[in-house]
């Protein structure tokens, strides 16, 4: 798993949206996933258009620790391994 981990690259990064809560299910919601490696973030505010952002893996508020730990398991073992990760 430590040579995936190379190949896959030196920075990964990962986003998990959360659930919104109670007092927030009135408001626009701002963040969307678009796929599994996209999130789009309206500019509500300001009247522009959205902004796509890409990600190693996108996680959607209905997502489990288990799905997020399923995708970052190689990493963590490398990291308890001692390599730089």
Do not use: W
């Not at 896959?8 to 996933?33: D, M, N, Q």
């Not at 893996?57 to 963590?76: K, P």
């Amino acid at each position: 798993h430590n040579q995936m981990q190379d190949l896959k690259g030196a920075v990964r990064v990962y986003a998990r949206i959360r659930p919104l809560v109670s007092r927030e299910t009135s408001e626009p919601v701002v963040v969307r996933r678009l796929d599994a490696f996209q999130l789009e973030l309206d500019a509500v505010r300001s009247g522009h258009g959205g902004k796509a952002f890409q990600f190693d893996a996108v996680f959607g508020e209905h997502s489990s620790q288990e799905e997020i730990f399923a995708e970052c398991r190689g990493l963590v073992s490398s990291a308890v391994d001692g390599f730089n990760v």
